[in-house]
């Protein structure tokens, strides 16, 4: 995901860098994004979406579109732990 996609999605008061506990995000075998309904170390976001929902994975939007719908689903100022990581000027998925 381009920086400047993450940037955008902070202009509606989204904290993509956590340092304590937040909710996870998860993404199902369909491609629905969902935060878990617990907040939760780093280190026990995937163990805590696999426990709230079936076959899913702590997980990040990797487009626009899953940015968009995840951005309009959550109250402005949510903070929440994704699965990404920065190479150079892009933000990436990390791999599983």
């Known amino acids: 995901m381009p920086v400047s996609q993450v940037r955008s999605a902070l202009e509606y008061g989204i904290n993509f860098i956590g340092r304590e506990q937040y ?3 998860c993404m199902n075998r369909e491609g629905q994004i969902q935060a ?5 170390s780093y280190d026990q976001a995937q163990a805590t979406c696999s426990n709230e929902f079936a076959d899913s994975r702590f997980t990040v939007p990797t487009n626009a579109r899953e940015l968009s719908l995840f951005v309009k689903s959550v109250n402005e100022g949510a903070q929440f732990w994704m699965n990404y990581r920065a190479i150079g000027d892009r933000w990436v998925p990390f791999a599983e």
């Open 36 to 40: 878990t309904s617990q907040a939760v």
């Open 23 to 25: 909710p996870a995000l």
